[in-house]
């Protein structure tokens, strides 16, 4: 299970990005009606070859601007990538927190799978709220990340049954077992720990950010960092 270890100046720090983050999966209903299409595991499994294609991609760009070569990306390399890929819309306050947040296991640098998190939260955080703006906020980024990162975001509001932000367990457990589906249910020891691999704190809730670091082991980020998996 990943953890951060931090002091609790930080730890209200994350407390309100999680808030912020939590308001915009709640806003993201309006503008991601994809979600509704998606009927059971199988059909998201179906779409893990295009998106692990699309991670690939994103493996390239990460090694591009990890220019030490040390499998890490630190804050004056993310700054570069972030503004030379026009995702710099936030200030630099809110990308170091994002930063920090996303360091998990606070080596104090960004590795892929914390590069991919890192980047579908800035590319979410930064799209304005406003439906009256939701072409531009469509416009906002390359669409090598808006063609991953909206997929990503249509599973976590498929499995977010009651459009609170946050995910728990009984809804994923119902929805992944949907009756109305039966030969694609999944085992229930299956639905159990597909979600405890996301619960790290054993609450029962789930937000965006643990779904997607879990997400992103379920697509084979494993396979596309060139490692066997598990």
């Keep these: 299970m990943l953890c951060c270890c931090v ?18 999966m709640v806003e993201s209903r309006r503008y991601y009606p994809g979600h509704r299409s998606l009927k059971s595991m199988d059909s998201i499994i179906m779409m893990f070859p295009k998106l692990k294609e699309g991670l690939r991609n994103i493996r390239n760009v990460f090694e591009s601007y990890d220019q030490d070569g040390n499998g890490t990306i630190d804050m ?7 503004e030379e890929l026009k995702l710099m819309s936030l200030s630099d306050e809110e990308v170091k927190g994002l930063y920090g947040w996303c360091d998990v296991d606070g ?11 890192l980047l579908c939260l800035i590319y979410l955080l930064a799209k304005p709220s406003s439906e009256s703006r939701e072409e531009e906020s469509r416009e906002l980024g390359p669409k090598l990340v808006e063609s991953i990162f909206d997929p990503i975001v249509e599973v976590f509001l498929f499995l977010d049954k009651d459009g609170k932000g946050k995910l728990n367990k009984a809804d994923v457990i119902k929805t992944l077992n949907n009756e109305d589906y039966p030969l694609e249910r999944s085992p229930k020891h299956v639905t159990n720990m597909r979600f405890e691999e996301m ?29 066997m998996t598990s």
């Design 7 to 24: 002091n609790s100046e930080s730890n209200k720090k994350y407390a309100e990005l999680d808030a912020k983050l939590e308001r915009k």
């Design 199 to 227: 619960d790290w704190g054993r609450k029962g809730k789930v937000g965006f950010r643990e779904f997607l670091f879990a997400f992103m082991s379920w697509v084979g980020l494993d396979d596309v960092d060139g490692y």
């Design 107 to 117: 080596s104090k640098g960004i590795q892929f799978n914390e590069f991919i998190v």
């Design 76 to 82: 004056e390399e993310l700054k570069k990538c972030l």
